[in-house]
């Protein structure tokens, strides 16, 4: 079977121009096949047919009409090809559509291609000579600068065996297109066929697709439906695989055809969805006759085999994009479109006598889905995606980067649009080559993320360092709080991330440069607050009985308790219940002892045992239960997860 290419050559160029006889010539096949096309003579609509290279190799060429009514249908061509077949008449030279479809082409992002000089056999060598001057003028300055320029007959077929050479030559040049993305293809048309049912026809953008696969179908309005696919054609042979830039007919299980028609979609599940936003790198073409176009100005949008008005808003601080000029923008679509980071469009919108015609296009490097405001750090981040593009493992950086509490492998490689094992392969490389960190449930967080986020905790526990010179730091659960940051992140934070910068004193956080400041006033003041509560034993006052035991208020007093806390003085067991540490150890050995003697004990021999109420010993063994010291079952206590690893009886200060 011969070899398969997955790039595609198409043509371009002015109508009646021979675009359709050059293509027969060089497949045999009739790319006109409507009704109106016969009888007018002039493309209407986008034509497919297999070209075997001398070397044997198949691509695709696709056929694109060259009547400016039908720029739309050219542009859904367009999108698709690697390799233009430029196609000059030697009659006319450079006309209209030549110039228009050439800055299609550039748009486009098209490197390569030959220019097919037409209908030599009509004109003089010196009128030859004059038309290769012409085209060679329209290129220069263009990645097509140097293409090959190929006199051709397609009368007397003079030439045609040096463009096949030529066009297999430019080929060798050409690297085929990756298909390690996820699977998308919009279809340039759809048909049912007796015995299989609905075909989907166009030139997959990205991926490959297998016999079996199951797809996502998004008609017109953005609805998706589950289909399977029965069978698959490339270049009009029944294959097992389809790729992306090949010519691939698609047999698909329960769909209609009016549910795959041009301009829908079919894709991997569950990574495309209908966007309204999408932000852009946008390029006004090079022309005298073409505007400046303003921010928020309205424009014909058009992708792939899609099209819809649009709103472009430029989000850096360009007010008014001058022809020849680019910026960064984001298109607000009047219809939502299925758009995928990487997809090159057009624009088209009035010159300036008031027609309309192309006046622009880019590439579309992100799809937030959301209005956003023209900001630096906006212009920054969509910058870092513009230059990820074309390279797995930075985009997939990028989307980890883009979630700061941190993303789940899945959605990570969703918004790479990367295949899941290929998004866990380059995951696992990051967590070893320390660009990513992994929390315990095994999400992602961008290293550089993660250390803004520790820098931020930072700048916080400074400012609390200066107001509250005399505390330890605030609780760490309290900080967490405050941020709203996921626990697992936190740590995370907390630990590899601060790079020892953070330090946790308990249940306390504070910087590792920190030392508490403690005044003569202040450390009498704390040594009288820790007598009182020695001296209230298994029965200690509460604030407000410190309070008016000292002459104080109950905030200072209450201050004063957290102090002491935070040195491991007292405990806090709950709500307004300060013990001195010393108590909580001696009923922590008690325990350890009843059990020595016992299975289980109750709240009353626990009571009876500390020798005090039970306004005192429940709260004592709630707190014994929350550091697994005990394990309550009803009224019953049993030795806890901490004292049977024999890691008590002493316990921590508890928040």
Same mark, same amino acid.
């Given at each position: #079977?011969?070899?398969?290419?997955?790039?595609?050559?198409?043509?371009?160029?002015?109508?009646?121009?021979?675009?359709?006889? /050059?293509?027969?010539?060089?497949?045999?096949?009739?790319?006109?096949?409507?009704?109106?096309?016969?009888?007018?003579?002039?493309?209407?609509?986008?034509?497919?047919?297999?070209?075997?290279?001398?070397?044997?190799?198949?691509?695709?060429?696709?056929?694109?009409?060259?009547?400016?009514?039908?720029?739309?249908?050219?542009?859904?061509?367009?999108?698709?090809?690697?390799?233009? /077949?430029?196609?000059?008449?030697?009659?006319?030279?450079?006309? @209209?559509?030549?110039?228009?479809?050439?800055?299609?082409?550039?748009?486009?992002?098209?490197?390569?291609?030959?220019?097919?000089?037409?209908?030599?056999? #009509?004109?003089?060598?010196?009128?030859?000579?004059?038309?290769?001057?012409?085209?060679?003028? /329209?290129?220069?300055?263009?990645?097509?600068?140097?293409?090959?320029?190929?006199?051709?007959?397609?009368?007397?077929?003079?030439? =045609?065996?040096?463009?096949?050479?030529?066009?297999?030559?430019?080929?060798?040049?050409?690297? @085929?297109?990756?298909?390690? +993305?996820?699977?998308?293809?919009?279809?340039? $048309?759809?048909?049912?066929?007796?015995?299989?049912?609905?075909?989907?026809?166009?030139?997959?953008?990205? +991926?490959?697709?297998?016999?079996? *696969?199951?797809?996502?179908?998004?008609?017109?309005?953005?609805?998706?439906?589950?289909?399977?696919?029965?069978?698959?054609?490339?270049?009009?042979?029944?294959?097992?695989?389809?790729?992306?830039?090949?010519?691939?007919?698609?047999? =698909?299980?329960?769909?209609?055809?009016?549910?795959?028609?041009?301009?829908?979609?079919?894709?991997?599940?569950?990574?495309?969805?209908?966007?309204? !936003?999408?932000?852009?790198? %946008?390029?006004?073409?090079?022309?005298?006759?073409?505007?400046?176009?303003?921010?928020?100005?309205?424009?014909?949008?058009?992708?792939?085999?899609?099209?819809?008005?649009?709103?472009?808003?430029?989000?850096?601080?360009?007010?008014?994009?001058?022809?020849?000029?680019?910026?960064?923008?984001?298109?607000?679509?009047?219809?939502?479109?299925?758009?995928?980071?990487?997809?090159?469009?057009?624009?088209?919108?009035?010159?300036?006598?008031?027609?309309?015609?192309?006046?622009?296009?880019?590439?579309?490097?992100?799809?937030?889905?959301? $209005?956003?405001?023209?900001?630096?750090?906006?212009?920054?981040?969509?910058?870092?995606?513009?230059?990820?593009?074309?390279?797995?493992?930075? =985009?997939?950086?990028?989307?980890?980067?883009?979630?700061?509490?941190?993303?789940?492998?899945?959605?990570?490689?969703?918004?790479?649009?990367?295949?899941?094992?290929?998004?866990?392969? %380059?995951?696992?490389?990051?967590?070893?080559?320390?660009?990513?960190?992994?929390?315990?449930?095994?999400?992602?967080?961008?290293?550089?993320?993660?250390?803004? #986020?520790?820098?931020?905790? !930072?700048?916080? %526990?400074?400012?609390?360092?200066?107001?509250?010179?005399?505390?330890?730091?605030?609780?760490?659960?309290?900080?967490?709080?405050?941020?709203?940051? @996921? +626990?697992?992140?936190?740590?995370?934070?907390?630990?590899?991330?601060?790079?020892?910068? /953070?330090?946790?004193?308990?249940?306390?956080?504070? =910087?590792?440069?920190?030392?508490?400041?403690?005044?003569?006033?202040?450390?009498?003041?704390?040594?009288?607050?820790?007598?009182?509560?020695?001296?209230?034993?298994?029965?200690?006052?509460?604030?407000?009985?410190?309070?008016?035991?000292?002459?104080?208020?109950?905030?200072?007093?209450?201050?004063?308790?957290?102090?002491?806390?935070?040195?491991?003085?007292?405990?806090?067991?709950?709500?307004?219940?300060?013990?001195?540490?010393?108590?909580?150890?001696?009923?922590?050995?008690?325990?350890?002892?009843?059990?020595?003697?016992?299975?289980?004990?109750?709240?009353?021999?626990?009571? *009876?045992?500390?020798?005090?109420? $039970?306004?005192?010993?429940?709260?004592?063994?709630?707190?014994?239960?929350? %550091?697994?010291?005990?394990?309550?079952?009803?009224?019953?206590?049993?030795?806890?997860?901490?004292?049977?690893?024999?890691?008590?009886?002493?316990?921590?200060?508890?928040?």
């Amino acid at each position: #079977m011969p070899l398969r290419s997955n790039f595609m050559i198409g043509t371009a160029g002015h109508v009646d121009h021979g675009k359709t006889s /050059l293509v027969k010539m060089l497949t045999g096949c009739e790319t006109d096949t409507l009704r109106e096309e016969k009888e007018r003579g002039m493309s209407i609509d986008l034509g497919f047919a297999p070209c075997q290279l001398p070397d044997q190799r198949i691509i695709g060429i696709v056929d694109v009409p060259g009547h400016e009514k039908f720029i739309r249908n050219m542009v859904a061509g367009a999108t698709g090809i690697d390799i233009v /077949l430029l196609v000059v008449a030697a009659d006319d030279g450079v006309m @209209p559509q030549t110039v228009e479809h050439l800055d299609v082409l550039m748009l486009l992002g098209v490197r390569h291609g030959v220019v097919a000089l037409t209908k030599i056999d #009509m004109v003089s060598q010196e009128q030859i000579e004059l038309a290769i001057m012409d085209a060679k003028d /329209l290129l220069a300055g263009t990645p097509l600068e140097n293409a090959p320029v190929c006199p051709v007959s397609n009368v007397t077929l003079d030439g =045609l065996g040096n463009l096949f050479d030529t066009l297999s030559a430019v080929a060798n040049q050409v690297e @085929p297109r990756p298909v390690d +993305g996820i699977f998308r293809l919009a279809a340039e $048309r759809a048909f049912s066929m007796e015995g299989f049912g609905t075909v989907a026809t166009g030139i997959p953008c990205s +991926g490959r697709v297998q016999v079996g *696969d199951t797809l996502e179908a998004f008609d017109l309005r953005g609805r998706s439906t589950r289909t399977r696919v029965r069978h698959l054609e490339v270049y009009g042979h029944e294959s097992q695989e389809g790729l992306s830039g090949q010519c691939v007919a698609v047999n =698909l299980a329960d769909v209609t055809s009016s549910d795959v028609g041009r301009g829908c979609v079919l894709a991997t599940p569950e990574y495309v969805r209908p966007i309204e !936003c999408l932000e852009v790198t %946008l390029e006004l073409v090079r022309r005298s006759d073409i505007r400046a176009l303003k921010s928020h100005s309205e424009v014909h949008f058009h992708t792939g085999t899609m099209v819809t008005m649009g709103q472009a808003v430029f989000l850096d601080e360009t007010r008014e994009l001058a022809p020849g000029a680019s910026t960064i923008a984001q298109v607000r679509l009047k219809d939502a479109l299925i758009v995928a980071r990487g997809d090159r469009f057009i624009i088209r919108g009035a010159d300036v006598r008031g027609g309309l015609r192309v006046i622009g296009g880019g590439r579309v490097i992100n799809t937030s889905g959301t $209005r956003l405001k023209a900001r630096p750090e906006v212009v920054e981040g969509l910058r870092r995606w513009e230059a990820a593009m074309g390279n797995s493992a930075a =985009l997939l950086a990028e989307a980890v980067r883009e979630a700061p509490q941190g993303i789940t492998p899945v959605a990570a490689a969703r918004s790479a649009l990367l295949p899941m094992d290929t998004a866990t392969e %380059l995951g696992k490389q990051h967590v070893n080559g320390r660009i990513f960190l992994q929390t315990a449930t095994g999400r992602w967080l961008h290293r550089d993320r993660v250390k803004e #986020m520790a820098d931020q905790l !930072c700048e916080r %526990l400074a400012a609390f360092h200066k107001e509250h010179p005399q505390h330890v730091g605030p609780t760490a659960d309290d900080v967490r709080k405050e941020l709203d940051w @996921p +626990g697992e992140v936190f740590e995370i934070v907390v630990g590899p991330g601060s790079a020892g910068r /953070l330090v946790r004193q308990e249940k306390w956080l504070r =910087l590792a440069t920190h030392k508490v400041s403690v005044s003569d006033g202040d450390s009498a003041l704390l040594k009288k607050v820790e007598i009182a509560l020695r001296d209230g034993d298994r029965n200690p006052p509460q604030p407000a009985e410190l309070a008016q035991k000292l002459g104080l208020s109950e905030k200072e007093v209450r201050d004063v308790l957290v102090r002491l806390t935070q040195q491991s003085v007292a405990v806090k067991v709950e709500g307004e219940l300060w013990f001195h540490r010393d108590i909580i150890v001696k009923a922590a050995e008690g325990v350890r002892r009843m059990f020595a003697e016992r299975k289980n004990f109750t709240t009353m021999d626990f009571r *009876d045992m500390l020798g005090t109420s $039970r306004k005192y010993a429940v709260p004592m063994l709630d707190y014994f239960d929350a %550091l697994a010291i005990t394990r309550r079952v009803g009224n019953t206590r049993y030795p806890g997860a901490k004292l049977a690893t024999g890691s008590g009886p002493v316990p921590p200060a508890k928040g």
